[in-house]
C-alpha cells in the first residue's frame, strides 16, 4: 500500500486560516489502512483545525467527507454538488489523490494534509516500512523475494557492503540489511548460487528514469 | 585581458565551443585550442551535452587552459548530485577554471545512456546559487570552506518554440539572474530582425546578452532546424541562399562570420557553436572581421 504521515498542525492551519469553508476530505484505502487519512483522521483533523482556529479568534466551518478512493474520477465526480459550497479543499488521501482533485477542480485550492511517504507494508500494529520503490523492471524473483532497491540504503545490487554487520545495515541497528536478508532467504530456499551471479548495472528507464511513467492497456483503455 | 574584465568593461566578447572526445584522443581538441588561440577570448567546454558520454569538460577546460586559452566551463544537473558538483567546482578553481555557466540538461531519455539513472539533485537556480554560497566560503550545508572559490557564473536561455514559451524561459532568466548569474547566452540566431525584438526583451534582464551563432553546416542541417524548430526563425530566403550557393560549405561560414559580424553592433559578444567543425573557426572569425 502506499503510506502516509499526517502533516503538524500548524502547517495545515496556515494553509486553511485565509478561508471560511473547507472541504476535509479522506480516502478510504491506503490512507485508512495506515491511519493517516480515513474517516476517523478525517474527525480528528477537523475538530484539532477548530479548536486550534479558536484559540486564534478566528472560525471555520469545515465540511467532513471520505471518498471510497480518491485517486479514482469516478468518485471524486461524487464532490461535484459540495464543491461550490466551499472555498477550499483540504484533503487526507496521499498525493495522487490529492492531484486527481486538483485536476478536476480547477478553480478551487487544494492543499495536502499529509506527507505521502512510500509503498510498504506493515510490520506490526503500528509500524510500516518501505518495500518497492516502483522500479518498472521488478528484480524479487533473483533476490529471494526481498527488494535491494527499496530496502538497501544503498540500492546495491551485487552484496552487501562492507558496514553489514549482525544482520543489521550500517545506517542503523534498528535497519535490516537487505542482502543478509537476501542471502539468509536464498540459503533456505537452496538458489545460493543466485547471490553470486552478477548483475548487470540497472537500467532505470522503467523505473522513471526516462520521465513521468504511464501505463496504456490497449485492450482497455477507451 | 580575461573574459570577465571584458565583460565589465562593456568589450566584445568571441567565444568558441569546444567539446571534449568521447574517449581519450586529445589531439583535435587540442590543435583546434591552438588554432583559434588570442582569436577568441575563451572557450566554452560543454560537459555531457545532449546526454552523451564523453570526457569531463573539467580535464577539457584544464587542457585549454595549458594552451594558454581561456575557459568557460559548462555545469548543470542531470549527472552529479550536490556533493559532486560542489566538488567539481572547487577542482575547477584550483585547477584555473575562472568562468562557468549553468546550464540545462538534456533528459536522459534523449542521449546515449538512456538506461542510467538520472540526479536533478538541485535545479540551475539552486545550482547558481550553490557557487555563489561556495564563493562566500560556505557550503551547501552551511559548513565552511578553507579557502572561497571565484567565478564570474551566466546562464542560459533554451530555444524557444512561441512566445509563451519565450515569456516562460524569461521568467526562469529572471530568478536565475536574480540568483547570480551574470551573463546569458541565448540561442542560434538565424533572424537579425527577429532578434533585435527578442533582444530588447533579453536585455530587460540586466546582464550581458551573449547570442549563440550556429555554423549550418549543410542545406540538410538548415532544413531540419527550419522544420524542427520554428521559434530558431530560419527563413525561406537563408534556405533558399544556401541551396543556391555552389559551395555550399563556404555559405554556411559566410552566413555564420557575417551574422557575428552584425551582431557585434548589438550585444556584448557571441557563442560560435561550429559542432565538430572548429578548424573552420579561423575562416568565420576571418569574414566576422576579427
Ligand atoms: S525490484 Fe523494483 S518493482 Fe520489485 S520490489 Fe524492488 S523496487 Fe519494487
Ligand atoms: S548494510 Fe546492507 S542494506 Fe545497508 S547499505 Fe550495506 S548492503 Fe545495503
Redesign the pocket.
Given at each position: 500500500m502506499i503510506t502516509a504521515e499526517r502533516k503538524p498542525l500548524e502547517e495545515l492551519i496556515e494553509y486553511v486560516r485565509p478561508f471560511k469553508r473547507i472541504l476535509l476530505l479522506g480516502c478510504n484505502e491506503c490512507v485508512t489502512v495506515c491511519a493517516a487519512g480515513g474517516r476517523k483522521e478525517v474527525g480528528l483533523l477537523a475538530s484539532g483545525l477548530h479548536m486550534a482556529l479558536l484559540k486564534s479568534g478566528s472560525t471555520i466551518e469545515i465540511r467532513e467527507h471520505t471518498l471510497e478512493r480518491q485517486c479514482d474520477p469516478e468518485y471524486v465526480e461524487e464532490l461535484v454538488p459540495m464543491i461550490d459550497g466551499v472555498d477550499a479543499i483540504m484533503s487526507m488521501a496521499c498525493g495522487c489523490g490529492v492531484q486527481e482533485l486538483a485536476r478536476r477542480f480547477k478553480g478551487k485550492p487544494v492543499f495536502p494534509a499529509v506527507n505521502t511517504k512510500f509503498?510498504g507494508a506493515s510490520e506490526r500494529q503500528g509500524v510500516w516500512a518501505e518495500?518497492?520503490?516502483?522500479?518498472?523492471?521488478?528484480?524479487?524473483g533473483k533476490?529471494g523475494g526481498i527488494?535491494?532497491?527499496?530496502?538497501c540504503a544503498k540500492q546495491l545490487m551485487n552484496g552487501p557492503c562492507g558496514g553489514s554487520t549482525g544482520g543489521h545495515c550500517e545506517i542503523g541497528d534498528d535497519v535490516d540489511c537487505a542482502w543478509a536478508l537476501i542471502w539468509e532467504r536464498l540459503k533456505e530456499l537452496g538458489q545460493e548460487e543466485r547471490f553470486v551471479e552478477i548483475m548487470p548495472a540497472k537500467d532505470w528507464r522503467p523505473?522513471g528514469g526516462s520521465g513521468p511513467r504511464k501505463i496504456i492497456r490497449e485492450d482497455l483503455a477507451e | 585581458m580575461s573574459f570577465q574584465k571584458r565583460l565589465q568593461s562593456n568589450e566584445f566578447v568571441v567565444l568558441a565551443e569546444m567539446h571534449t572526445p568521447k574517449g581519450v584522443n586529445i589531439s583535435r581538441l587540442v590543435t583546434d585550442a591552438r588554432r583559434i588561440k588570442g582569436r577568441v577570448d575563451a572557450v566554452v567546454v560543454p560537459d555531457m551535452d545532449n546526454g552523451i558520454m564523453r570526457m569531463s569538460a573539467m580535464a577539457g577546460g584544464v587542457l585549454m587552459q595549458q594552451q594558454g586559452v581561456e575557459t568557460i566551463m559548462h555545469v548543470y544537473c542531470r549527472d552529479r548530485n550536490r556533493m559532486a558538483i560542489q566538488g567539481d567546482i572547487l577542482a575547477a578553481h584550483v585547477l584555473g577554471i575562472q568562468n562557468l555557466i549553468v546550464v540545462h540538461s538534456e533528459d536522459m531519455s534523449q542521449g546515449d545512456h538512456s538506461d542510467a539513472k538520472p540526479v536533478y539533485d538541485l535545479d540551475e537556480i539552486g545550482l547558481i546559487k550553490a557557487i555563489g554560497q561556495l564563493q562566500k566560503g560556505k557550503d551547501l550545508a552551511g559548513f565552511d570552506l578553507d579557502g572561497e572559490p571565484s567565478f564570474i557564473t551566466g546562464c542560459s536561455i533554451a530555444p524557444y518554440a512561441d512566445d509563451a514559451a519565450l515569456a516562460a524561459e524569461l521568467s526562469v532568466a529572471r530568478e536565475k539572474v536574480a540568483a547570480g548569474a551574470r551573463f546569458i547566452i541565448t540561442p542560434p540566431v538565424f533572424d537579425l530582425q527577429h532578434f533585435t525584438s527578442f533582444l530588447a526583451k533579453v536585455k530587460e534582464l540586466g546582464v550581458p546578452v551573449i547570442p549563440t551563432v550556429f555554423l549550418l553546416k549543410s542545406l540538410a542541417i538548415a532544413q531540419y532546424i527550419a522544420n524542427s524548430e520554428p521559434g530558431a526563425h530560419i527563413s525561406d530566403e537563408l534556405i533558399r541562399r544556401i541551396r543556391k550557393s555552389p559551395d555550399r560549405e563556404q555559405e554556411g561560414i559566410l552566413i555564420a562570420g557575417e551574422t557575428i559580424a552584425a551582431l557585434k553592433a548589438m550585444t556584448q559578444g557571441v557563442l560560435i557553436q561550429t559542432l565538430g567543425w572548429e578548424h573552420k573557426l579561423p575562416a568565420i572569425l576571418d569574414i566576422a572581421g576579427l
Open positions: 509503498m518495500r518497492c520503490q516502483g522500479c518498472g523492471d521488478c528484480l524479487l533476490t527488494c535491494p532497491i527499496a530496502r523505473g | -
